[in-house]
C-alpha cells in the first residue's frame, strides 16, 4: 500500500508483512531477534492490558520491542487483576472499544448494563469517586460520572470493570474469512462493501488498506474529510486556505487568497490541502487573530507565507467565516500574537458579555477572547468614497448571528479532544448539557453532575490558563463567542458530519420571492384575506400563510391564521391518504393517483436504482454512503412515499440507515410561483349562460392554489390552510427522485416554480373554472387544470414541445374571434435551444403558441423569426389585448424579448405566419439592447391602444452585476403602419425625466412625508394625435424593472428595483420603489401627486404591485420585499369618483 494515499508517494508497506507491532517481553530473559522463536517469551495486547505492574503467569513483561504482526503469538487477554494468555494467528490489526453501559443523563451519573429507551447514552468510560466502583460491575447511582475531577478520579472503563464491556484487538487474517462487527453477528451498517452478511477476509484487508492510505493518522483524516466536504462546494462559494502555522521549508503552500471556487482555484487549493504537514506547537490563537485581521483588510498587500494578500472582502454584506480545526490544544500566544486590528493585545472581551458568551473569570488573551473581539468588532470602516463600499453594516443577520456589521463568524472542529465540559452534537438545544448550565446560569453541584469542574457558585466556562483539558473548552468556547458551531470529532464520520453541517450553516439563509395574494380586490369584511409564501435556501423548505388586512388601511395584520407547513407536518402518517394525482388521458376525470402502483412501466424506471444512481448517498465508498439494507429501500415504492411524505426513512447524510435526505418541513420551498386564490367567480362576462354559472358557484369555498419546489402544485383550503389535494406534472417526473438527495443543501432543483393564472371559460358545452400553469425553471411545459369544483378536480392536457424553453411567464387565457374557441396562449420561454446548443431542441427564435383551453391542441404556432441558436430571443412574457371585458375576445397578443424587442401578434389572423410585427426595438442612448422581462400593461388613451413596458433582468446570477440605463416606455400601438424603431430615436415620443429629491412642501400625507426621498417628474405634453408615446429613464443605472406593471384606473403602477453597485450573490440588496405614473403621458398623476412620481419601498428588493379596493374606496398597493416584510402604500389614483367593483383585469383595457 501506498505510506500516503492522497500524495504521489513512491514509498509503500506491505501490510501483510510489515504491519508495526509492540511486544511486552520477560525481562529475565535476553531477547535475540537474530534466533529462531525469539518471541516465545513476549506477549502482545489483546485488550490495552499492558504494560502490568502485575506478574502474568510468575511472570513480568516490561521489556518493550517493536516487531511486526505476522505469523502466530501470545497476546493478553482478560482483565487488570486476571490477564491470561492466547495464541492466535496475527496480522493487520485494530482495536475496538465497545460500551460498558447505558445511562439515563448526559452526565452518566445512572446507568446500567442494557440499552433501553430510557437508558440510552452509552458510555465508553466513566470517572468513580473510588477504585472499588470503577471495577463494580454496577457502581451505584452518583458514584460515577462523565468527566475527571478532583471528586471522580479513578477511571471507569471495559476489562478494568466486572461489566460487559468489550476491548478487543481485532486481527485480519486469511484463516478468518467472516467479520461481523465485534460483539455482534453481523456487519456494521457502514460497511456497504460487504456483499454478504458480515465481511470477507478479502473486503476487511481492502477497508483496513483504504484506512492506512486515508485516515491512519489525523493529518491524513483531517486531509481526506475535508476534501470530500469541500467537493460539493462550487463556483457560487469563495474560499481560501491558511495553515495554523507556516513552515520556512516550504513557502506559499500555507496560505491561499479567497477565490472563486472554480476549477483553477480549485485545483491549487486542494493541493495547498495535500501539501500541508503538522508542525511543532498549535498557535491557535495567532491563526484566528490573522484570520480575523485578513477580514479586517489590516493584511491587505502584505506577504502570508511569501503570497501577496488580496481583500478577501468584496461586499458590504458579505457574510465572514473561519474554521478552525485542531488536533492539540493550544500553546500559549507570543506576544503580539493575539492582537487587535491595530495590532494592540487582545484582553478580556467576553468577561461583560451575557451567557453563554460570558466568562465569569473574566480571563484574558484567551482563544474565546480572540472569537468575541472579532465578532463584535466592526472590521471595516471608514470606506474612502472612491473605494468599493465594504463598510455599511448590511450583514444579513439571523438569530444565532445577529450581527449587521461587518465581523467573523468562528466555528471549530476539536479532533479527538475531550475537555472538562461534556460534549454532544445538540449541545445547543439539550437541557441537561454542560453548557446548558453555562448558558442559563445554573448553580455548579459537582456531585450531582453539574459543572464537575468547580465546587461552588454559578457556572462558567472553565480557567484555560494551566490545563489541557480546559483549552479544549477555550475552543468550544471560542466558537460560542464566534456565534458558530463547535464540533468534537473522534473518528471521520465524527469529521465529515462536523464540516458538513458547518458548511452547511454558511449557506443557510430565509428569502421570499413571490407577490403576495389578495382574497379579491374589492375588500370587504370576510374577503379581506392576505396569501404569503417563505422559503428557506439551504434547508430548502417552504410556507405559505394566511393573514387579514386590515379595513381601514390595507395593512397586513402580523397575525398568521394558519400555516400549509405546520398543517401538513401535524401528522406525518398522513401520506398515505394524501390526494396526490398524475395526469392520466385515458380517466374520465383526468387522474390517476401518484403511488407506486399507478405508475408506467417507464415512470417507475425514473425511480430505479438505475435512474436515480447519482443521488449522493449511493456511493460505493465512503463514511456518508448507505448501507446495503439502506440502499435496498432506497427506490421504488420507498422513494414514491417519500415524495409523498413518508417520514420514516429519512436521516441526516452521517445516518447510513436512512436511505433519504431529513426535511424539515414536507412542504418544498415556494420560491417564485405566486398563489392562486379561486372563490366565486369574478367576471363580467356577457355569454350565455355565464351569469346562471356565476350565480350557482357564489358560495363556492375558497381555495390557495401555489406550485413548490416538492415537484407539485398543492391546493390549500383558504380558511382552514388543510391541504385539499395536489398535482404533479408529468414533465417533473424525470427529476423528482433528486428530492431524496441527502446532499440537497447543494444540489437544489426547480420543479413546479411557476405561478398559475386561472379563468372561467366555457368548453364541452359547459362553464368551467380552470388552471393553467407553467414550471419557470423547472421543466419546459405546461398544465391545465379543471378546478369548478375544488374537491373534485380534474386534468385538461399537459402540453409539452421538443422546441419549448423554460416555461417561465403567465400563460392568457381568452377567447378567439370569429370561433369563439377558449384557447390558452403562451411563447417559448427562455433558452429554447438544447444545452449542447444543437437545433433539435429549438431555434432560439420566438414562438407564440396557441392551444385550445379544451384539450390543449394545438392551434397555431407563430414565430417572430428573430433569434439564434446563440443568442436566443427570450420571448416569455406576453398580454392580451381584450376590447370588450364582457366577452374576453383577444384582438392582439403583445410580447417583450430579451432582446428588446416588442412584438404585436394577430392571432385571429389566416395568414400561416400569424403576421407578427416588431412594434418597437428598446436600446439604451449607447444603443445597447434594454431585456424585456416582465409582461406588457395594456390600456387606452383617448382611442389610442397603448403598450406599457418598463425593461431590465433579473432571472439570474450574471444580471446582478450588470449595470445599464433602463426604461419605462408608454407606446401607442400604430394600428396598420409601420414598428417606430428605437423609441429615442423616433422624435414622435416624448421624453420625461426623472428628478430625486425629497417631498414637495404641500403633498398629500398619503404620497409623502417631509424628508422623504422621493422620486419627481416631468409633465411634457403628449398628444398622441401626433405622438407615438413616451419613455422615461430610470435615474440610475442600478435600476431594473423586471415584475408586472398595473394600470389602475388612470394610474400605472411600476416597481423598480436599485441594486446596490456592490451586489453579487452574497448580497442581493438594495432599494425598491413604487412608480405611479399618469398613464396618458407618463408624467405625475395631475391634481392629486404634487409632481411626485415614485416613493420608496424600502431597503430590499420589491415584487409586483399588487392592487386592492378598501371599503371606503381607497386604493392601496400591497408589495412584499425580500427582507421578508410588506409593504402598502396609497398610490394617486386618477379618477376621484367611487371604483366599480370589478376585477382588475377589466381595468385598463383590457
Known amino acids: 500500500m501506498p505510506t500516503d ?80 494468555l492466547e495464541n492466535r494467528d496475527l496480522g493487520p490489526h485494530y482495536y475496538l472499544f465497545l460500551p460498558l453501559e447505558y445511562c439515563d443523563n448526559r452526565a452518566f451519573t445512572n446507568c446500567q448494563p442494557e440499552q433501553t429507551g430510557v437508558f440510552k447514552y452509552p458510555a465508553k468510560i466513566r470517572w468513580c469517586k473510588s477504585d472499588s466502583d470503577a471495577k463494580a460491575v454496577m457502581p451505584a447511582a452518583n458514584a460515577c460520572q462523565a468527566t475527571q475531577s478532583s471528586s471522580f478520579p479513578h477511571i471507569r472503563y471495559p476489562i478494568k470493570a466486572a461489566g460487559k464491556g468489550l476491548m478487543i484487538r481485532q486481527d485480519i487474517v486469511p484463516s478468518t474469512n467472516s467479520y461481523p462487527y465485534p460483539g455482534t453477528d453481523k456487519k456494521a451498517l457502514t460497511r456497504t462493501d460487504c456483499a454478504g452478511e458480515t465481511c470477507s477476509y478479502q473486503e476487511e484487508m481492502t477497508n483496513f488498506a483504504n484506512w492506512w492510505a486515508y485516515y491512519r493518522n489525523r493529518i491524513q483524516l483531517m486531509q481526506t474529510v475535508v476534501s470530500r466536504a469541500f467537493s460539493v462546494l462550487d463556483d457560487r462559494f469563495r474560499v481560501g486556505y491558511m495553515t495554523i502555522a507556516f513552515d520556512p521549508t516550504t513557502p506559499t503552500d500555507g496560505f491561499m487568497n479567497l477565490s472563486d471556487f472554480t476549477s483553477g482555484n480549485r485545483a491549487i487549493w486542494y493541493q495547498k490541502l495535500f501539501k500541508a504537514r503538522p508542525h511543532a506547537g498549535t498557535p491557535l490563537h495567532a491563526a484566528l487573530a490573522r484570520a480575523g485581521r485578513l477580514y479586517g483588510g489590516k493584511l491587505n498587500n502584505s506577504s502570508l507565507d511569501g503570497v501577496q494578500v488580496s481583500d478577501p472582502v468584496q461586499f458590504s454584506c458579505q457574510r465572514n467565516y473561519a474554521i478552525l480545526a485542531t488536533d492539540g490544544v493550544w ?120 459543572c464537575s469542574w468547580q465546587l461552588s457558585g454559578v457556572c462558567t466556562w472553565p480557567s484555560s490558563q494551566n490545563s489541557a483539558l480546559s483549552r479544549v473548552d477555550d475552543l468550544w468556547h471560542a466558537a460560542v463567542n464566534g456565534h458558530g458551531k463547535y464540533f468534537s470529532a473522534y473518528d471521520s464520520n465524527d469529521l465529515s458530519d462536523a464540516l458538513n453541517k458547518t458548511l452547511a450553516a454558511v449557506i443557510d439563509r430565509i428569502g421570499d420571492a413571490a407577490a403576495v395574494t389578495i382574497s379579491n380586490p374589492n375588500l370587504a369584511a370576510g374577503d379581506n384575506y392576505a396569501f404569503s409564501s417563505v422559503f428557506t435556501n439551504n434547508i430548502w423548505n417552504g410556507d405559505i400563510y394566511q393573514q387579514l388586512l386590515d379595513l381601514n388601511t390595507g395593512e397586513v395584520k402580523p397575525t398568521k391564521s394558519w400555516s400549509a407547513a405546520t398543517k401538513l407536518d401535524a401528522n406525518p402518517q398522513a401520506y398515505a391518504n394524501r390526494k396526490i394525482y398524475l395526469f392520466n388521458a385515458g380517466a374520465a376525470n383526468g387522474l390517476r393517483q401518484f403511488d407506486w402502483n399507478n405508475l408506467s412501466n417507464q415512470e417507475k424506471s425514473y425511480f430505479s436504482l438505475a435512474w436515480i444512481g447519482s443521488l449522493s448517498q449511493l456511493c460505493s465508498s465512503g463514511t456518508n454512503c448507505l448501507s446495503s439494507a439502506a440502499k435496498a429501500n432506497v427506490e421504488g415504492a420507498n422513494l414514491i412515499n417519500f415524495l409523498r411524505g413518508h417520514r420514516a426513512l429519512e436521516g441526516i447524510q452521517s445516518d447510513i440507515s436512512m436511505p433519504f435526505r431529513k426535511r424539515s418541513s414536507i412542504l418544498g420551498d415556494i420560491v417564485n410561483s405566486e398563489a392562486a386564490y379561486i372563490k366565486a367567480p369574478l367576471y363580467a362576462y356577457a355569454d350565455s349562460g355565464y351569469a346562471a354559472f356565476k350565480q350557482a358557484k357564489s358560495t363556492r369555498a375558497g381555495m390557495v392554489y401555489v406550485g413548490a419546489n416538492d415537484g ?92 419549448l424553453g423554460y416555461s417561465f411567464g403567465k400563460p392568457e387565457i381568452t377567447k378567439l374571434a370569429g370561433s369563439g374557441t377558449w384557447v390558452v396562449l403562451f411563447a417559448f420561454g427562455y433558452n429554447n435551444v438544447d444545452s449542447n446548443g444543437s437545433s433539435s431542441q429549438g431555434d432560439g427564435k420566438g414562438h407564440l403558441f396557441v392551444v385550445k383551453a379544451m384539450d390543449g391542441s394545438l392551434v397555431r404556432k407563430i414565430s417572430t423569426e428573430v433569434g439564434t441558436i446563440d443568442t436566443p430571443s427570450g420571448l416569455a412574457q406576453i398580454r392580451a389585448w381584450v376590447d ?267
Request: hydrophobic share 30%; with cysteine; charged share 20%.
Open 331 to 450: 500553546s500559549a500566544p507570543k506576544p503580539n500574537e493575539a492582537v487587535k486590528l491595530d495590532g494592540s493585545d487582545i484582553g478580556d472581551e467576553d468577561g461583560d458579555l451575557d451567557p453563554p458568551q460570558k466568562d465569569g473569570l473574566k480571563l484574558s488573551k484567551m482563544l474565546a477572547d480572540v472569537a468575541a473581539y472579532y465578532y463584535k468588532t466592526d472590521l471595516r470602516t471608514g470606506c474612502a468614497s472612491s473605494a468599493a463600499n465594504v463598510c455599511d453594516n448590511n450583514v444579513p443577520t439571523s438569530p444565532s448571528d445577529p450581527a449587521s456589521h461587518q465581523h467573523m463568524t468562528t466555528s471549530t472542529i476539536g479532533l479527538g479532544l475531550s475537555g472538562l465540559l461534556r460534549y454532544t452534537t445538540d449541545y445547543e438545544t439539550a437541557a441537561d448539557s454542560d453548557f446548558q448550565f453555562i448558558k442559563n446560569g445554573v448553580v455548579a453541584n459537582p456531585s450531582n453532575g453539574i
Open 884 to 1150: 370588450d371585458a364582457t366577452n374576453n375576445t383577444a384582438k392582439y397578443v403583445y410580447g417583450g424579448d430579451l432582446l428588446g424587442n416588442l412584438w404585436r401578434f394577430d392571432i385571429n389572423n389566416d395568414a400561416a405566419t400569424g403576421n407578427p410585427k416588431l412594434l418597437a426595438t428598446l436600446k439604451d442612448a449607447q444603443g445597447k439592447a434594454q431585456p424585456i422581462t416582465s409582461k406588457p400593461e395594456l390600456g387606452q388613451v383617448e382611442g389610442y391602444p397603448m403598450v406599457y413596458v418598463g425593461t431590465g433582468r433579473y432571472l439570474g446570477i450574471s444580471d446582478i452585476s450588470e449595470f445599464n440605463q433602463q426604461t419605462l416606455y408608454g407606446i401607442k400601438d400604430p394600428g396598420t403602419g409601420g414598428g417606430y424603431g428605437i423609441p429615442r430615436n423616433n422624435a414622435a415620443f416624448v421624453r420625461q425625466t426623472i428628478s430625486i429629491g425629497t417631498c414637495p412642501t404641500g403633498s398629500l400625507a398619503s404620497i409623502c412625508s417631509a424628508g422623504e426621498t422621493v422620486r419627481t417628474g416631468t409633465a411634457n405634453a403628449v398628444d398622441l394625435a401626433n405622438a407615438a408615446g413616451w419613455y422615461m429613464d430610470l435615474p440610475t443605472t442600478n435600476e431594473r424593472v423586471s415584475t408586472d406593471p398595473q394600470l389602475v384606473l388612470g394610474t400605472l403602477l411600476f416597481t423598480a428595483n436599485s441594486l446596490d453597485s456592490g451586489s453579487n450573490v452574497c448580497s442581493l440588496g438594495g432599494q425598491s420603489y413604487l412608480y405611479f405614473l399618469d398613464y396618458r403621458s407618463g408624467g405625475p398623476v395631475p391634481n392629486y401627486s404634487n409632481g411626485v412620481i415614485g416613493s420608496t419601498l424600502g431597503s430590499s428588493l420589491s415584487t409586483r404591485a399588487v392592487a386592492a379596493v378598501l371599503p371606503s374606496g381607497k386604493i392601496t398597493a400591497t408589495e412584499r420585499l425580500s427582507d421578508n416584510t410588506t409593504v402598502v402604500k396609497t398610490p394617486p389614483i386618477g379618477s376621484a369618483s367611487i371604483p366599480r367593483r370589478v376585477s382588475w383585469r377589466e381595468v385598463g383595457g383590457r
Open 5 to 84: 494515499g492522497l500524495k504521489d508517494s513512491s514509498g509503500g508497506k506491505n501490510l501483510l508483512t510489515s504491519f508495526a507491532d509492540k511486544l511486552w517481553c520477560d525481562n529475565s530473559v535476553t531477547i535475540d531477534k537474530t534466533k529462531p522463536n525469539w518471541d516465545k517469551d513476549c506477549i502482545r495486547n489483546g485488550n490495552y492490558l499492558l504494560p502490568s505492574s502485575k506478574p502474568i503467569n510468575g511472570k513480568y513483561y516490561s521489556t518493550v520491542i517493536l516487531d511486526y504482526s505476522n505469523g502466530k503469538g501470545k497476546v493478553a487477554v482478560g482483565t487488570p487483576d486476571n490477564i491470561q
Open 712 to 803: 407539485m402544485l398543492h391546493a390549500f383550503d383558504a380558511l382552514s390552510g388543510e391541504e385539499k389535494w395536489a398535482y404533479v406534472p408529468s414533465m417533473v417526473l424525470p427529476n423528482l427522485y433528486k428530492l431524496a438527495d441527502k446532499n440537497y443543501s447543494t444540489k437544489h432543483v426547480y420543479f413546479v416554480d411557476g405561478t398559475p393564472v386561472q379563468a372561467d371559460v366555457y368548453i364541452g358545452g359547459e362553464w368551467r373554472t380552470i388552471l393553467v400553469g407553467g414550471l419557470n425553471a423547472g421543466g419546459r411545459g405546461y398544465y391545465a387544470l379543471d378546478v369548478t369544483d375544488p374537491d373534485a378536480p380534474k386534468a385538461l392536457w399537459e402540453f409539452t414541445n421538443k422546441e
